[in-house]
């Protein structure tokens, strides 16, 4: 089967085409995708070549990963159903992470109209529900994963460095779990979309611009030192600071993709007798908790939705997030 993608032919180069979808067998999915959810960060780092295979960084000798489909993450409407597979419907309309497609860099994709994609990576959906706030829910999962993976005592300070989408999503996840958040950005709209959300929900929060505020001293924003530290960017200069910081016994997570430069100083951790988690993909069961989040408007979404594109104008919603403009956050392409 052929079907349009959105295909990163060269670095910076994005072109709506045409692929070849591998066959779908007795245990796949075909789904027509409605509206797909961009993941700036991982997207982009594909687009510029920075990224061969997941959490993979391009290192010299690789092969070169053009042309290649990127993305993870959308939703649609079931077309067709393999014979080995009961329990969904022509018309249903569901989440989706990746597809299968020939003569690419790798053979799975995101950003297709069809999607050839085996049932275990097919969520169904509320029927009663905006389908749009699961559009990212894979992006979601990563934030949800990132806020889950620490222990804490209620009422213990948990720093996140990022107020992206999955800096946003993490702050959400340690708030409902009873943290006091501080979130670390750079961008007072993103920064005020988490205070807003935290404000109305009664939960002891706390924003800080660090283009503004460059000397943290993260004790003094709730009287004690953090237990949790959250790095959602990829940036090690973060987790020194939080590894500096932070209350013994803390624990560390890491959720950004640091290229080749992903060397981390244990001892100043090892000193805090700090655990770190490293986190990064998904699994059916994390997918299946945030898909509970979402529909019982735990983790909120929708708000962060701030661009949208018909899939035709796809080069304009990459120029848009590569413009680093601070009002570009969740991006949207409509298919249809």
């Known amino acids: ?36 959810w961009i993941s700036n960060g991982t997207e982009g780092s594909y687009l510029r070549g920075e990224r061969v295979d997941g959490d993979k960084a391009w290192i010299e000798g690789d092969k070169w990963p053009f042309p290649v489909v990127a993305g993870y ?15 969904l419907e022509i018309g249903e309309r569901v989440f989706v992470t990746i597809g299968f497609v020939e003569g690419m860099h790798h053979e799975y994709a995101g950003q297709v109209r069809h999607s050839v994609t085996p049932r275990s990576e097919v969520y169904k959906l509320p029927p009663t529900d905006d389908p749009l706030k699961y559009a990212g829910m894979v992006l979601t999962q990563v934030g949800f994963n990132g806020g889950m993976r620490p222990q804490f005592e209620q009422n213990a300070v948990a720093v996140v ?4 989408m999955v800096g946003q999503w993490t702050a959400q996840t340690l708030a409902n779990r009873g943290a006091r958040v501080i979130l670390l950005g750079r961008r007072a709209m993103r920064l005020d979309l988490f205070r807003s959300w935290a404000t109305s929900r009664g939960y002891a929060s706390a924003c800080i ?4 505020e460059t000397d943290l001293d993260l004790e003094s924003v709730f009287g004690v030192k953090p237990s949790v530290g959250v790095d959602t960017v990829g940036s090690l200069e973060m987790m020194d600071t ?29 000193y805090g007798e700090h655990t770190i988690h490293l986190v990064s993909g998904w699994t059916r069961s994390r997918m299946e908790d945030t898909r509970k989040e979402l529909q019982a408007d735990k983790l909120d979404t929708l708000s962060l939705i701030t661009h949208r594109f018909p899939v035709t104008e796809a080069p304009a919603a990459w120029e848009a997030i590569e413009s680093h403009d601070p009002s570009v956050l969740g991006v949207i392409l409509e298919w249809d």
């Open 161 to 164: 460095g990022g107020d992206g």
């Open 242 to 270: 939080f590894s500096t910081q932070m209350h013994r016994f803390g624990h560390l997570v890491s959720a950004g993709f640091y290229g080749t430069d992903d060397r981390f100083a244990l001892q100043p951790a090892r």
């Open 73 to 87: 993450q959308k939703i649609g409407i079931v077309e067709w159903i393999g014979d080995n597979i009961r329990d």
């Open 1 to 36: 089967m052929r079907t349009d993608a959105v295909v990163f032919t060269a670095p910076n180069t994005v072109e709506l085409g045409t692929v070849t979808c591998r066959e779908a067998g007795p245990d796949d999915v075909v789904v027509r995708t409605t509206h797909s």
């Open 209 to 212: 611009n660090t283009r503004e």
